[in-house]
């Protein structure tokens, strides 16, 4: 993804040794792949599963987790477009 953002968006060419600058980061998200087989079987987002979908133990950590990251990119998102949302919604 950064590689594509610094050329497409940034007009620049991509460069093993010049890291895409951190004034461009929005945020990071894990990758969540012990979560991602469970959640496309049970057709939800990683941050909506519950122990009655298996998500239990470190998953359900995993699941809380994830749910805190997503929460902070949608409002660092929203934010730079100017855009309330509702914090509250779980």
């Given amino acids: 993804m950064p590689e594509v ?8 060419i991509p460069n093993d040794h010049r890291p895409l600058t ?6 990071t998200v894990k990758h969540y792949r012990s979560l ?3 959640a496309q079987e049970h057709r939800k987002p990683i941050f909506k599963l519950t122990s009655a979908d298996g998500a239990i133990g470190a998953h359900a950590n995993a699941v809380q987790d994830a749910k805190r990251d997503f929460r902070y990119l949608a409002t660092t998102i929203a934010s730079k477009m100017n855009i309330a949302i509702n914090s509250d919604s779980g």
């Avoid at 951190?22 to 945020?27: R, T």
């Fill in 22 to 27: 951190m004034n461009h980061c929005i945020a």
């Fill in 5 to 12: 953002y610094q050329e497409s968006v940034l007009a620049e």
């Fill in 36 to 38: 991602i087989p469970m």
